[in-house]
């Protein structure tokens, strides 16, 4: 069936450092790939999406990568904020779809 | 603009009881889509709803249902509960007209099932 899966359930990081999550996804018809960052206590916030005719795209200190070849994606967060921690979850609905299937999600946790 | 508002945030009901849960989407959005998050099985999605029809539906059994109002607030109700219901329940609204893309999540439900 299809799957969007995270590559680690938690990544711990230092204040200031660069994060990479990392996501696969099964399904090559998905067209349509978005990152949210969910907070303690609260709902998934929506960070940024990328269109499969994209391999990169940028916005304020994250960057999202895609390599459709390997089915892959990626969420870069630069000089880590403690704001930052939360879980992340990549998404993606499946081909013939709208409606997002969401990976498991990585817990970020960054260190002071 | 307010954002997406759940009610209740959290309740506690025992098995064989119902539930239902409501959610008042961002002004303006027509759609809105309801998941269920726990632990073990991360984001599920239940169903989604626009202008009073419901055009997905998840893999979950005829328990979980819902509806949407002329308003575009919605409920989900949630009859003869079992223990793994315990969950959070996430209401989420698009000002698309389908709900991919960003979509605006509320704080939830935390249904927790005795």
């Known amino acids: 069936g299809e799957s969007v899966g995270l590559h680690l359930p938690t990544l711990s990081v230092q204040e200031g450092d660069n994060s990479i999550i990392n996501c696969a996804y099964s399904?090559?018809?998905?067209?349509?790939f978005i990152w949210y960052k969910q907070e303690s206590g609260k709902g998934p916030q929506f960070i940024i999406d990328?269109?499969?005719?994209?391999d990169k795209r940028q916005g304020q200190r994250v960057t999202v990568l895609l390599n459709k070849t390997v089915k892959h994606l990626s969420l870069q967060i630069a000089a880590t904020q403690p704001g930052d921690s939360a879980v992340y979850f990549c998404?993606?609905?499946?081909?013939?779809?709208?409606?997002?299937?969401f990976g498991r999600g990585t817990s970020l946790i960054v260190h002071p | 603009k307010a954002g997406v508002t759940q009610t209740p945030r959290y309740l506690i009901k025992t098995r064989g009881q119902q539930v239902t849960l409501s959610c008042s989407p961002i002004?303006?959005?027509?759609?809105v889509s309801w998941y269920q998050q726990t632990p073990g099985q991360g984001l599920q999605f239940l169903f989604e709803?626009?202008?009073?029809?419901?055009?997905n539906k998840g893999n979950f059994p005829g328990r979980f249902s819902g509806r949407q109002f002329s308003n575009s607030r919605s409920e989900m109700n949630v009859s003869t509960l079992e223990l793994g219901d315990s969950a959070l329940y996430l209401c989420?609204?698009?000002?698309?007209?389908?709900?991919?893309?960003?979509?605006?999540f509320g704080e939830g439900s935390r249904l927790t099932v005795l």
């Open positions: 989420a609204s698009s000002d698309r007209d389908r709900a991919s893309g960003e979509l605006f």
């Open positions: 399904n090559s018809a998905s067209d349509y």
């Open positions: 990328i269109r499969s005719n994209m």
């Open positions: 998404a993606a609905p499946p081909g013939g779809s709208y409606i997002p299937t």
């Open positions: 002004s303006g959005h027509r759609s």
């Open positions: 709803y626009f202008s009073e029809t419901q055009r």
